[in-house]
């Protein structure tokens, strides 16, 4: 009697292992689960870097690697067209691998203006954060109605894709809002896409060129926030003009995080912050809804 009392006892203790075991096992595979539907997020930073070419120094190019190197994915505008530009993106691609994580990164054919300056535009990503999707490209539908057509490239955060679409607008004395008002048409041209328009538009998120963008759902970032440099500090600050931006369907993406990268503080000379650049780098982190 008191072996068979061992042996019953001996199964239950058995039976609860393994009902242990079922539980954590469900636990597990439940977290999981829960966590490959949550919604994935990515930090995206957009700089317009002033004639990015070789005019950039080492120590230049380490600075500006240090200030995005936390980003996730960055966009550059006004790479030079010429000799130097290219090479510069793969200076700057260097120096943020030299950071301790793997990066890769995309440069466009320069922009087919004949009117107006050409240029380059640049993406930089962490492999680890997103992976790209096909080949970047430039926007030719509108190329003769747009001097420097947008440079388009589709990413995977997990498996939801996202698509930028880098931009650097003419000045504002030749009328930025000529080439912006074109913009309402892509979301038509690629209604497959979840687009995100970015870049320094050379106008104020209230110009009611953006109108039309607005109802189809396209928000602003960021409202009110200066993003270009002055000539000089004033008493009033040391920022002159709100044209950077991100614009983004908020029907597709959750605004998490936004906000600017006040780098030229870090100068105590503000003529060599303004040779980094003349604006200051914007970003915002977006979860795909």
């Known amino acids: 009697m008191k072996i068979k009392a061992l042996s019953s006892l001996g199964n239950i203790h058995k039976r609860s292992i393994k009902l242990k075991l079922h539980f954590l096992l469900t636990l597990l595979l439940s977290h999981l689960f829960l966590s490959s539907c949550q ?4 930090s995206i930073c ?15 190019i380490t600075f500006i690697a240090n200030t995005i190197k936390d980003f ?30 793997a990066w890769r990164y995309a440069i466009s054919d320069p922009t087919s ?7 380059r535009y640049a993406f930089l990503w962490k492999t680890n954060k997103v992976r790209i999707n096909g080949k970047p490209w430039l926007e030719k539908e509108y190329h003769l109605e747009i001097d420097r057509e947008p440079f ?19 000045t504002k004395s030749r009328q930025p809002e000529t080439e912006v008002k074109y913009f309402k ?14 870049g320094d538009f050379n106008l104020p998120q209230s110009h009611t060129v953006f ?34 931006n991100f614009f983004f369907d908020t029907a597709r993406f959750e605004l998490v995080e936004k906000g600017v990268v006040h780098f030229y503080k870090d100068f105590d000379d503000f003529n060599e912050a303004r040779n980094i650049s003349d604006h200051i780098p914007i970003f915002v982190k977006l979860k795909l809804r």
């Open 211 to 244: 109108n039309p963008l607005k109802e189809m759902g396209y928000y602003p970032a960021l409202v009110g926030q200066k993003t270009t440099l002055r000539d000089r500090c004033l008493d009033d600050g040391c920022l002159a003009s709100e044209y950077d």
């Open 185 to 198: 048409s892509l979301p038509d041209e690629y209604p497959q896409l979840n687009l995100i328009f970015c």
């Open 39 to 42: 919604s994935p997020s990515i």
């Open 72 to 101: 996730d994915v960055v966009i550059i505008q006004e790479v030079v067209a010429g000799e130097g530009g290219a090479e510069t993106v793969i200076r700057l691609y260097l120096a943020l691998t030299g950071s301790g994580e």
């Open 113 to 119: 203006s004949t009117a107006y300056k050409a240029e």
């Open 46 to 60: 957009s700089w317009n870097l002033k004639d990015f070419g070789n005019t950039k120094s080492d120590e230049e």
């Open 152 to 170: 388009f490239a589709t990413f995977y955060v997990g498996r939801k894709p996202f698509t930028l679409v880098n931009f650097h607008a003419i």
